[in-house]
C-alpha cells in the first residue's frame, strides 16, 4: 500500500521560511518520475506549484519561482518542497503528488502566512 506523508507545515510571518517533507512508503521515489506539490487555498481550486519531470529536472508556477525549491533524498525516500520569502497569498494545504503506475496523493500539511 503506498502512503505519502506531508509534514512540515506551520505558522509563519511574510518573509519567513518553511520546509515541507513528503515521506513515501510501499513506493521508491527513486523510481517515480513525476512528482508534484500541489496546494488549495481556502475557496480555490488546488493549483500545481512545483514538480520533478523526467529524474531531477524540476518546474514551477511562475508566482513561486525564485522562492521555492523542490528537491529529492532518495535515500530517505522524501521530497521536500523549501518555502523561502512567503507571502500571505500562500497560504493554503500544501500537498504531495507522485505518478507511476497509479496517481497518489497524502494527505497535506497546512501553511499559514501572516502579514
Known amino acids: 500500500q503506498v502512503q505519502l506523508v506531508e509534514s512540515g507545515g506551520g505558522s509563519v510571518q511574510a518573509g519567513g521560511s518553511l520546509r515541507l517533507s513528503c515521506a513515501a512508503s510501499?513506493?521508491?521515489?527513486?523510481?517515480?518520475?513525476?512528482i508534484n506539490w500541489y496546494r488549495q487555498a481556502p475557496g480555490k481550486q488546488r493549483e500545481w506549484v512545483a514538480g520533478?519531470?523526467?529524474?531531477?529536472?524540476?518546474n514551477y508556477v511562475d508566482s513561486v519561482k525564485g522562492r521555492f525549491t523542490i528537491s529529492r533524498d532518495n535515500a530517505k525516500n522524501t521530497v521536500y518542497l523549501q518555502m523561502n520569502s512567503l507571502k500571505p497569498e500562500d497560504t493554503a494545504v500544501y500537498y504531495c503528488?507522485?505518478?507511476?503506475?497509479?496517481?497518489?496523493w497524502g494527505q497535506g500539511t497546512q501553511v499559514t502566512v501572516s502579514s
Open positions: 510501499g513506493i521508491a521515489f527513486s523510481n517515480v518520475n513525476v
Open positions: 520533478f519531470r523526467s529524474g531531477d529536472r524540476t
Open positions: 503528488n507522485a505518478i507511476a503506475w497509479s496517481e497518489y
